[in-house]
DNA sequence: CGAGCATTTGACACTAGTCAACGAAGGTGG
DNA sequence: CCACCTTCGTTGACTAGTGTCAAATGCTCG
């Protein structure tokens, strides 16, 4: 009999996975996807380096050097389109790994979106380090599965035709990341420019405006700042998302 | 000095990797991720299943029994939404491999678009050979590494507001993989409904309909029947992507 | 051959994109 | 510390393009 078989090509958001599940559950703090000893391995090949508000930190097509890893601040990481428009594909935040490379570039470009500190992983060095420790595979598997589901999540969001509902799905994204939610006021912290939400949620920088101020209006959220939004009535907003109200009557 | 850490949380599509791109140098033939030696080691526990078309393979919120890889047939993995409606995240067409789970259950339901037939790789069997063998999860980085750039392209192809931008976009991934386009003759097979590429594409099924109408009307593809599509002008088809033709005059 | 679903077409409403202009904010340099 | 300037954000008016609804046709499978 045949067995199975795998080609590096596939089709439109395929989704494979597998033992993450059970792995977790080989003692593993919750928050903590690298145990102490996985940690001290890495920290031995890591630099620390600085970004600040704006600057590029590798660019799309550029040989991968190495992977970053976000002590602080927020990065964004956005491909050019031959329009010369950008889009962005994702925001990253405190923790997150980046820096993904195929056929030896970088698939995406990234952009400090804050003043930035990373931890800087040379490629090479990487990957000698998990030749010999394969269990970091599996870190990497788990970090993996979570941004593929975000990616869907993102396609998801795109879904909606309701400018209101992408503004509020997109709020809860950002919000059930922790880091970017103040723990205490329960305010979430919008550290990126109208601009680039408008670029990541594929409206108009206008529409995000007018959605945030209707959301304002119908008692959903309250607006305190450009950056700092809180939500009032969770249930009202789940009802905008769920494109609920569709025909108001007079 | 404090050493990298990673919290299981991340946001927004973010995307990290890493090694892949050298380790693919390393004695594989393009299109097969796997040796021999690998294969040899995942058919022992590989059993066959077949599903007939429009059969649910399982269902989102199960508990990941198994894994599955494709030999034939196709196979829409999709979420239901509170509204009742379902989202269709991707297709996944021969080689292809599926069955991602997070805590414990399956994210996603999955279809028979086709009849089709699998092999079917219990979790846990899997799971032990993998620690056998560490170096198999370089095929699953490898794969969830393309299936992450997937996701990030059908976000990309929702940020296209006008439906045959959308269309063209779907055609063209459609055709980048392999299996799906004959080819001796060229012609792109859409095995799946029209409702459900509508479901793809966040578009409703007489937008896809009049979308393709328009794009044959225009000479970029021509229809032969509701499955089978050629691009007959492909620099044209690209500009209709590019939103490139956005005012005509009379 | 018939029932049910998928697809197509037409008519209409409505939302978001676009253009334009004003106002606000953040950053720079004196 | 202030003034300037560039970028970002907001608002209004207008239009184009889809979603929605409804109905006719075609296809598939039993």
């Given at each position: 009999m045949a067995s199975p078989t795998r080609t590096s090509d596939d089709l439109p958001g395929g989704r494979p996975l597998i033992i993450v599940p059970t792995l977790w559950a080989a003692g593993r703090k919750p928050?903590?996807?690298?145990t102490e000893e996985e940690r001290a391995l890495l920290s031995a090949i890591a630099s620390v380096v600085r970004f600040r508000k704006?600057?590029?930190?590798?660019?799309?097509?550029?040989?991968?050097?190495a992977v970053f890893n976000i002590i602080t601040g927020v990065v964004k990481s956005y491909t050019s389109l031959p329009n010369g428009k950008e889009h962005i594909v994702g925001f990253l935040f405190q923790n997150d790994l980046f820096g993904l490379a195929e056929n030896g570039e970088y698939v995406n470009s990234a952009q400090a979106v804050t003043a930035v500190t990373l931890y800087r992983l040379p490629v090479r060095a990487l990957e000698a380090r998990m030749k010999r420790h394969p269990h970091l595979d599996f870190q990497i598997i788990a970090k993996l599965c979570h941004d593929l589901r975000q990616a869907q999540r993102h396609a998801l969001l795109m879904t909606k035709h309701r400018a209101a509902a992408r503004m509020g799905l997109f709020l809860e994204m950002i919000e059930s990341h922790?880091?970017?939610?103040e723990p205490s006021s329960g305010e979430i912290h919008l550290p990126m420019t109208h601009t680039d939400i408008a670029s990541y949620v594929g409206m108009s920088p206008e529409a995000v405006s007018r959605s945030f101020r209707d959301l304002a209006a119908c008692g959903a959220i309250a607006i305190r700042d450009r950056r700092h939004i809180r939500i009032i009535d969770r249930a009202l907003l789940e009802a905008v998302i769920a494109d609920a109200n569709r025909r108001k009557r007079p």
């Open positions: 928050g903590e996807l690298l704006g600057e590029t930190i590798y660019r799309q097509g550029d040989p991968p050097i922790h880091g970017a939610v």
